[in-house]
Every structure is written in structure tokens, then in C-alpha cells.
């Protein structure tokens, strides 16, 4: 996102905008309230396409994220927002009815209303184009393999490399999407581009 543009205010109690935009500065200094979109991109394998944020980010330089996103800027809805980011950020265009909205979550401490969204991506991400000053590097993470990450970061506290992963709790985030997309995908969403889910093993946390 650049700095120069103008995000949208909101009311803190509804979530819907008040008319007055700001700039990322401003909004922070002056402690308002914002829209913003999570958007989680997974394959049929039930894989999640995680990236890494650029290393001279100001906020989590170098941490590991499982969805893509940003701010709702002057003149967006949530979901003109979410196909902007993908783009933005990996390069990868998506059709406004294959990008589903499946929750809403007012989150206090950050004073923001977040809107996530999941789509279905079954090419090959060496062909998709990052965006240099917000991501380092893409991979694909089975949800197992985030979860064993979160569980190590929770046990040893001694992680060099901090994990974002979902508005929540990511392994309850995991079996809401599975659902969501399953059932997407059996009304005919996706078309017949991809494939039935396949592999969605639920992550399962490690004993402490």
C-alpha cells in the first residue's frame, strides 16, 4: 500500500464509514478506526499460501503471514479491496464472485473491522509476481506445518521469525475455511478448473 493514499474512517460501533479519510499517519496518530481484508488463498490440496513480509516492513519486517491484505482505502468496498491486494501483492487475478467472504470480526486492540475472504489457487506460483516492498517470498504450508510452528513459537518463545497467522485462532480458521470452500466448490463456484478438495487432514496442536 502506499503511504500517499487516503484510508477510510469508520464508526466503531457499526463498522461502516463515517465520510472522512485519512492518511495511514493521521490514523494512527489520531487512534481512529479502520476497514481492512485478510485473504487466504489455498489449493485443492488444502494447502495455504503463506508469504513472508518484506524484511524493511515497519510493522512485522521478516514474519510469516497466512493470508494476504490490507487497508480499505477512499472509494473501496471490502471486496474491491481484497481483489486490489491480491493483485498488488502476488499478482494474481481472481474473478469478484471466486473470492468469497466468509467472515466479519471487530477486533479492539487494533481498531479495526476485518473482513476475510478465501479463494482457490491450483497454478504454479513460481508464474505470479510478488510485490517487492510488502512480500519477500511465497510458499505453500500445509495446515499441520503452521500449526507445529505456532506450537513452537508458544512453547520456546525463542522464534526468530514471528508467524500472523488468521484474525483468531488459525487451527479453528482452518476447519471454518475448509468448510466454506467446500461448499463453493460443490455449487459450482470454481467451475470445473479445480479439482475436489483433497488431503484436509485437520492440524492437530502438540501436547505441552
Known amino acids: 500500500m ?44 488444502g494447502q495455504v499460501l503463506c508469504h513472508q513480509r518484506a524484511l524493511n516492513k515497519e510493522r512485522y519486517g521478516g514474519a510469516w503471514s497466512t493470508h494476504f491484505g490490507g487497508h480499505v482505502t477512499e472509494g473501496e468496498s471490502f471486496k474491491i479491496s481484497a481483489l486490489k491486494e491480491l493483485m498488488e501483492e502476488i499478482g494474481l487475478y481472481t474473478l469478484p464472485f471466486q473470492i468469497i467472504p466468509w467472515r466479519t470480526s471487530k477486533i479492539v486492540s487494533s481498531r479495526i473491522w476485518v473482513r476475510d475472504f478465501i479463494t482457490v489457487y491450483d497454478g504454479d506460483i513460481k508464474k505470479l509476481t510478488i510485490q517487492k516492498e510488502e512480500v519477500q517470498q511465497i510458499k505453500w504450508f500445509n495446515a499441520q506445518e503452521i500449526v507445529d510452528e505456532l506450537d513452537a513459537e508458544d512453547i520456546y518463545n525463542e522464534k526468530s521469525v514471528e508467524w500472523l497467522a488468521g484474525t483468531h485462532d488459525f487451527n479453528a480458521d482452518y476447519q471454518c475455511m475448509r468448510a466454506v470452500l467446500t461448499a463453493t466448490i460443490d455449487i459450482g463456484i470454481f467451475g470445473g478448473e479445480y479439482r475436489e478438495l483433497r488431503n484436509w487432514h485437520p492440524p492437530t496442536k502438540k501436547s505441552k
Open 2 to 45: 502506499s503511504h500517499s493514499e487516503m484510508l477510510q474512517v469508520i464508526d466503531p460501533n457499526t463498522g461502516e464509514p463515517t465520510g472522512e479519510h485519512v492518511s495511514r499517519k493521521e490514523l494512527y496518530e489520531k487512534k481512529l478506526w479502520c476497514r481492512t481484508t485478510n485473504i487466504y488463498v489455498l489449493n485443492s490440496a
